[in-house]
């Protein structure tokens, strides 16, 4: 069975304009479209030469990819949380409510 790949490895993901960021596995896991993508590639597995191919994402721009990013690294040491419940209460810790605007 494969190993997972650790979590510092660094992937690089390209926007739609061809922009190129370098990205710790460990913040990525925050995003879980880029999550599902990783996974469903099979990058998360460490005989892949999953830190050598780039990830494109063809539907997000520069400017929306490095918010993201900016986010995902941010909160790279927060559990991650999944949840079913559309009705669940969120609290906005004041780093979000800002970098947001809210």
Same mark, same amino acid.
């Given at each position: !069975?494969?190993?997972?790949? &650790?979590?510092?490895?660094? /992937?690089?993901?390209?926007? !739609?304009? &061809?922009? !190129? /960021?370098?990205?710790?596995?460990?913040?990525?896991?925050? !995003?879980?479209?880029?999550?599902?993508?990783?996974?469903?590639?099979?990058?998360?597995?460490a005989d892949a030469d999953a830190p050598a191919m780039p990830i494109p994402l063809p539907n997000v721009t520069r400017d929306v990819l490095e918010k993201v990013i900016k986010w995902c690294e941010q909160h790279k040491e927060d559990e991650v949380k999944e949840s079913d419940d559309d009705n669940v209460e969120v609290s906005i810790p004041e780093w979000d409510g800002e970098f947001i605007g809210v």
């Open positions: !069975s494969p190993t997972p790949l &650790d979590m510092a490895t660094t /992937f690089t993901v390209v926007s !739609s304009d &061809d922009k !190129s /960021f370098q990205v710790e596995r460990k913040a990525l896991k925050q !995003s879980g479209t880029i999550e599902t993508l990783i996974a469903g590639l099979n990058l998360d597995e």
